[in-house]
């Protein structure tokens, strides 16, 4: 780190935020701008997309917007050199977005496989690779994937998608392996349960919104702005000797065990 600099600065950065648009993407977006980074909010919501950059803007920060579905591999490549093409580097790129079919497993059809798998992994694998490659040419980088407490543990209804969960954190370590001699770091986020649109559906349930507060040592769900802080460490320079690995932000979900209190505790 270069003296003077800010340990979790992001000032001359150009990064990319994919799924921007809304929940935990919006929040990583804006925070991202805020930390001095050249911001691309990128989601298959245009309008969403131009609102949040549209803020960073009105904040005095830099920030653009454009639509891209990320299961579409030739669209990610396209959109990662534009913006390669426009700034002479990429130094950043997060990738949040995630979708949820459940059902349990003999109830699942083969399509709603396929667009699980095609968006949580295969739609991550195509913005590590496309983002990787101009990292590579440039000499570092830090990618940036989500995945989930259901890489670890599950419940009915989960199989699919912590499947996919999983695959990130093996894809994440591979690519840390694979990349780490030309200075791009890969790493990956696993939250908790966090109020967004994927989660709405459960927020909207009172008994089943208390069961996974309780289950958080802080009997709280998670905020998407309390998702910020682990990006931009694994982001800035901070992390400059952190790769391959998962960062658990979940309030203490995997870590407690139960709820019961030994006698004499």
């Not at 690779?129 to 940036?144: D, K, L, N």
């Not at 200075?183 to 966090?194: D, E, L, S, W, Y």
């Not at 009172?206 to 507060?213: F, G, H, Q, R, V």
Request: charged share 20%; with cysteine.
């Amino acid at each position: 780190m270069k003296r003077g600099t800010r340990m979790f600065g992001l000032e001359s950065k150009v990064a990319v935020v994919v799924g921007a648009a809304s929940g935990i993407g919006e929040a990583v977006a804006l925070g991202c701008a805020r930390h001095g980074a050249a911001v691309h909010c990128l989601d298959v919501n245009a309008d969403g997309a131009n609102r949040v950059a549209n803020t960073a803007r009105r904040e005095g920060l830099t920030a653009d917007a454009a639509t891209l579905d990320i299961t579409d591999a030739v669209a990610v490549d396209a959109t990662v050199d534009r913006i390669v093409q426009a700034h002479g580097r990429l130094d950043i790129a997060i990738c949040t977005p995630s979708i949820n079919v459940r059902k349990r497993l003999l109830d699942y059809t083969s399509d709603e496989f396929d667009a699980v798998v095609g968006l949580n992994l295969k739609g991550s694998f195509n913005v590590l690779r496309a983002a990787a490659r101009p990292m590579t040419a440039h000499g570092g980088g830090s990618i940036i994937l989500f995945s989930s407490i259901r890489s670890q543990v599950v419940e009915p209804g989960q199989s699919v998608y912590a499947a996919t969960k999983a695959g990130i954190v093996q894809l994440v370590r591979t690519a840390a392996a694979e990349l780490g001699p030309s200075g791009i770091r890969v790493n990956a986020i696993a939250p908790g349960i966090v109020e967004t649109p994927l989660t709405a559906p459960i927020k909207a349930n009172d008994d089943w919104y208390a069961a996974y507060a309780s289950k958080s040592v802080f009997s709280r769900w998670a905020l998407p702005g309390e998702m910020v802080g682990p990006v931009i460490f694994l982001a800035s320079d901070a992390a400059s000797y952190v790769t391959g690995t998962e960062l658990f932000v979940d309030g203490g979900w995997t870590a407690a065990d139960g709820r019961f209190v030994p006698p004499g505790m």
